[in-house]
C-alpha cells in the first residue's frame, strides 16, 4: 500500500511513501462484527494508515466482506490463507506483511474511536523513549454497550524497569493484556521478535508479548477513552460437555495451575536475557515474579478447598433429601 505523506502534516493523504502507521487484523469467522470493526478503523480522522486483513481459512462470510471493503478502499490489503494457521501464526503473518514506521494489531470484533490513532501516533511522537502508547478503554457486550472500563495509568513510570515490576505485580484480569493491540514503533516490536510465543503455548501470549517490547521502551498512555473491547460471544458452536464432577473440577484447577506454572517460569528465563539490568534490579524483578507466584498458588490452592467443600455440601444435601425423615422418626421412636 503506498501513499504520499507531505512534510510536517502526519494527516495528508496522497502517495509515493508507505503509509506510517500499518494496522493488522488476523480473522477467523469474523463476520458478526467485521463490519462494524473496519468501518470503525476507516473512519479514524488519521488517514496515513494502511491496514492489513488476514483471514486464516474463514468458512462464513469473512472473504466476502472483506473483498468488498478493499474495493472500496485502497488502504485495505486482503490476504486468505489456503488453510488454518493458527492463531499465533496469524498474527505474527499481518506484521511481518506491514511497512509502517508504526504498528499496531486489531481484532475483528472491536471499536476504536475515530481519534484513537491520531492520539497515540501523537503520544510516541512527544516520546521519543516510548516503545507503546494506549489508552484507557472499556469491555463492550453485542450491542456495544460498555460493560466495565480500564485505566492502566499505574503501569506508567520515567524508570524502565519500575515500570516493569508494577506490570509484574498488576494482576492479568485488570486490563493490562489489552496493551497487545496498542500502537508500537515497528523496528521495537521487531527487535522484540513480533509475536513470539515466548512459553512455547498460547495462554497469555500477549501479556508476554507485551512485557517483552516494555522492556525496549516506556509505555505512554492517554487518559481519554478511545478504545472498547469486545467481549467474547458465544457464536452458537460445540463448546463441550460442562465440567461437573469433582474430579474434573480439581483436574480443570491443576491444568490451569500448570498453565501459570509455566507463565512464571517464562517471566523467569526472559529477565535472564534481559540487557544492560544492574543485578540488583533484575534481582528485583525475579522477586516481583516470585511474589505473584506464591499469590497465584495460594489463590489456586484455595480455589479447589472451595471444590471439596462445595462437594462436601451437595454430597450432605443430597443424603438429606434421600433421607428427609431419618432424624424425626429416630426421636419417635426415642420417646416411645
Known amino acids: 500500500m503506498i501513499n504520499q505523506r507531505l512534510e510536517g502534516d502526519d494527516n495528508q493523504m496522497p502517495c509515493t511513501l508507505p503509509a506510517r502507521v500499518s494496522i493488522g487484523m488476523p480473522v477467523f469467522?469474523?463476520?458478526?462484527?467485521?463490519?462494524?470493526?473496519i468501518q470503525s478503523l476507516?473512519?479514524?480522522?488519521?488517514?496515513?494508515?494502511?491496514?492489513?486483513?488476514?483471514?486464516?481459512?474463514?468458512?462464513?462470510?469473512?472473504?466476502?466482506?472483506?473483498?468488498?471493503?478493499?474495493?472500496?478502499?485502497?488502504?485495505?490489503?486482503?490476504v486468505r490463507n489456503s488453510e488454518n494457521v493458527g492463531l499465533e501464526s496469524n498474527f505474527q503473518r499481518v506484521f511481518?506483511?506491514?511497512?509502517?514506521?508504526?504498528?499496531?494489531?486489531?481484532?475483528?470484533?472491536?471499536l476504536w474511536e475515530p481519534e484513537f490513532i491520531e492520539e497515540l501516533v501523537d503520544l510516541l511522537k512527544r516520546s521519543p523513549d516510548a516503545a507503546l502508547a494506549f489508552c484507557r478503554f472499556d469491555n463492550i457486550d453485542a450491542d456495544a454497550h460498555s460493560v466495565k472500563q480500564y485505566?492502566?495509568?499505574?503501569?506508567?513510570?520515567?524508570?524502565?524497569?519500575?515500570?516493569?515490576?508494577?506490570?509484574?505485580?498488576?494482576?492479568?484480569?485488570?486490563?493490562?493484556?489489552?496493551?497487545?493491540?496498542?500502537?508500537?514503533?515497528?523496528?521495537?516490536?521487531q527487535d522484540a521478535q513480533g509475536f513470539h510465543l515466548w512459553s512455547g503455548r498460547s495462554w497469555s501470549a500477549d501479556v508476554l508479548v507485551v512485557f517483552r517490547v516494555l522492556s525496549l521502551g516506556r509505555l505512554q498512555l492517554s487518559d481519554r477513552f478511545l478504545f472498547h473491547k469486545r467481549l467474547?460471544?458465544?457464536?452458537?458452536?460445540?463448546?463441550?460437555?460442562?465440567i461437573s464432577t469433582l474430579r474434573e473440577r480439581i483436574a480443570s484447577h491443576s491444568d490451569?495451575?500448570?498453565?501459570?506454572?509455566?507463565?512464571?517460569?517464562?517471566?523467569?528465563?526472559?529477565?535472564?536475557a534481559l540487557t544492560g539490568l544492574a543485578r540488583s534490579t533484575q534481582w528485583r524483578l525475579h522477586m516481583t515474579v516470585f511474589?505473584?507466584?506464591?499469590?497465584?498458588?495460594?489463590?489456586r490452592f484455595r480455589?479447589?478447598?472451595?471444590?471439596?467443600?462445595?462437594?462436601?455440601?451437595s454430597f450432605f444435601f443430597k443424603r438429606n433429601r434421600q433421607h428427609p425423615n431419618e432424624e424425626s422418626t429416630l426421636v419417635k421412636r426415642r420417646a416411645a
Open 151 to 189: 485505566d492502566l495509568k499505574d503501569l506508567t513510570d520515567p524508570c524502565r524497569y519500575r515500570a516493569l515490576g508494577k506490570f509484574l505485580m498488576q494482576d492479568e484480569s485488570e486490563g493490562k493484556p489489552n496493551l497487545i493491540m496498542g500502537l508500537m514503533r515497528r523496528q521495537l516490536l
Open 29 to 37: 469467522n469474523g463476520e458478526a462484527f467485521l463490519s462494524q470493526s
Open 42 to 78: 476507516l473512519e479514524q480522522t488519521y488517514v496515513d494508515f494502511e491496514l492489513i486483513i488476514s483471514d486464516n481459512a474463514s468458512t462464513d462470510r469473512t472473504e466476502s466482506i472483506c473483498r468488498k471493503y478493499a474495493l472500496q478502499d485502497s488502504r485495505i490489503r486482503y
Open 256 to 272: 490451569q495451575f500448570e498453565e501459570w506454572k509455566i507463565y512464571w517460569s517464562t517471566y523467569h528465563r526472559m529477565i535472564g
Open 291 to 299: 511474589w505473584r507466584e506464591s499469590m497465584q498458588r495460594v489463590k
Open 232 to 242: 467474547q460471544v458465544d457464536n452458537g458452536g460445540d463448546v463441550g460437555k460442562p
Open 303 to 313: 480455589a479447589i478447598l472451595r471444590e471439596y467443600r462445595r462437594a462436601l455440601s
Open 96 to 110: 511481518d506483511l506491514s511497512q509502517g514506521e508504526l504498528f499496531m494489531w486489531a481484532s475483528h470484533d472491536d
